[in-house]
Nanobody
Framework: QVQLVESGGGLVQPGGSLRLSCAASRSIVSINTMAWHRQAPGKQRELVAR???????NHADSVKGRFTISRDNAKNTVYLQMNSLKPEDTAVYYC?????????WGRGTQVTVSS
């Protein structure tokens, strides 16, 4: 119903930056909320950030001031700009959407922060 494909993950040094992208198969104007979660080995999946169709954003305390979620409705894409990356940010990052079509998840993209 709604397919999500993440991209932009990779290996980056501490203090570096990455920009993750999540492309949706349909207009995100109809999607109430899009979000990024992450899951590190041995840890539970946690919410990183979310954004509503109205542009309201929320960021986890652990990433506040470093990460920024945004939407580009024309491109049906949500982004996660990650700055000042720390080794503890290492995880698989997942994009999700919540709308009238239900909740959907992408397959994830690996982010590794290491020197």
């Amino acid at each position: 119903q709604v397919q999500l494909v993440e991209s932009g993950g990779g290996l980056v040094q501490p203090g570096g930056s990455l920009r993750l992208s999540c492309a949706a198969s349909r207009s995100i104007v109809s999607i109430n909320t899009m979000a990024w979660h992450r899951q590190a080995p041995g840890k539970q999946r946690e919410l990183v950030a979310r954004i509503t169709s109205g542009g309201t954003t929320n960021h986890a305390d652990s990433v506040k001031g470093r990460f920024t979620i945004s939407r580009d409705n024309a491109k049906n894409t949500v982004y996660l700009q990650m700055n000042s990356l720390k080794p503890e940010d290492t995880a698989v990052y997942y994009c999700s959407s919540n709308s009238a079509w239900g909740t959907h998840w992408g397959r994830g993209t690996q982010v590794t922060v290491s020197s």
